[in-house]
């Protein structure tokens, strides 16, 4: 069903890796913003996210949007857009049909305004949380309004609108936190999705099957594996950024169970720097 996964990183942002990761050095260095294409044999072209986009400089020119830039300095050309990108795979940006949005991060949604015939999915409750948000509220946020087309609403499909998937919990295997669902995205299995809130309200995962290989993205509920695989939290200073700190525990402690007990399950981590070395081993 998934002919097509690929790993592609839209831009990156500087910043103090300690403040991500308790157990890492006071040093400065570049998160990768990923950003994934998947072609489904029913479905079509499928971005999960978009990472950074041109508009990005557009849009947080002026104050207090400005502010996004500064926080997280960033670096990005052109060719590193989604579109460009998927250009270079023979995918025009007009035939991409459906965008997940794992959550509503400035470097995930950058690129959207470039996708004009592309349906939206994501969590009523990501959306909800960010609708309303303007000028500092947003900024504090993480989250830029510009960045949504104006028509956002009409091509908008909520997850929790659609179906849901009856998990086959057995001993180790639960993609959901205990009392909550697994949605199926498109309803045949393909893709489904749940709940990683704690970075962003209603952030979700997105887990799939590629060649045989098991791959959960997790987008920013950890900030690399290490944070997941140890379970280490974000010093104080990180925490600032999060939109609920108790529930970011609760997510990641979820996702770290999980890997112990399914290692053959890739996690997939949104700004991880090994990511990208590790998807050329398994599929390349
Ligand atoms: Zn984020």
Sequence with gaps: MIEQFD?????ACKQVEKWTNREKPFKII???AHFFYIKHSKKGHILIDTGYSDYFFKETKTFPYSLYRKITPLSFSKHESAKHQLERLGVKASDVRYIFITHFHGDHIAGLKDFPNAIFICSKKAYESVKNLVGLKAVRNGFIP???PKDFLDRVKFLEEGPTYQEKV??????AKPGEFVFDVFGDGSLL??????HANGQMGVYLSYRNRNIWLIADAAWDSDGYRKNSMPTRLGRLVLN???EFKRSLLHIHDFAEKNQDVWIVPSHCREVEDQWKKMFS
Excluded: A, E, H
Excluded at 7 to 11: F, K, N, S, T, Y
Excluded at 170 to 175: A, G, I, P, T, V
Excluded at 193 to 198: A, E, I, K, W
């Design 170 to 175: 057995k001993n180790s295997w639960r993609l």
């Design 244 to 246: 609920n700190y108790k």
């Design 7 to 11: 790993v592609l990183i839209g831009g």
């Design 30 to 32: 570049q998160f990768p």
């Design 146 to 148: 510009g960045f949504l």
């Design 193 to 198: 999705s749940v709940d990683l809130s704690g």
